[in-house]
């Protein structure tokens, strides 16, 4: 069973920079992507950014396009995603999700299809 663990929310000003990690444990298939997610409150969970594990492609939303930016250390089995000159509305929990046999960009149309999520974690920014 995949495990995906998130961390490194928190408070920060708007303009400021947060950085966050996706731990994965127990993958068996090499082939696929993750994607970081964001849900605030009384909206519904968007796509914010993905990465594919072989090769490292990326895809963003065009919301954060520009200021964030996802990378991965496969030693590690760790997606990162560095968010700068945040915004409040950028405020959210942020999750991260596993999907095997997907490219990056598929996963920005499969929010609700994605295999394995972590729990989130919460990122505050304020005005």
């Known amino acids: 069973q995949v495990q995906l663990v998130e961390s490194g929310g928190g408070l920060v000003q708007a303009g400021g920079s947060l950085s966050l990690s996706c731990v994965a444990s127990g993958r068996t298939f090499s082939s696929g992507s993750t994607g970081w997610f964001r849900q605030a409150p009384g909206k519904e969970r968007e796509f914010v950014a993905a990465i594919r594990w072989n090769g490292g492609d990326t895809w963003y939303a065009d919301s954060v396009k520009g200021r964030f930016t996802i990378s991965k250390d496969n030693a590690k089995n760790t997606v990162y995603l560095q968010m700068s000159s945040l915004k409040p509305e950028d405020t959210a929990i942020y999750y991260c999700?596993?999907?095997?046999?997907?490219?990056?960009?598929?996963?920005?149309?499969?929010?609700?299809?994605?295999?394995?999520w972590g729990k989130g974690t919460l990122v505050a920014v304020s005005s």
């Open positions: 999700a596993d999907k095997n046999w997907v490219t990056a960009q598929a996963v920005a149309i499969l929010t609700d299809a994605m295999d394995y």
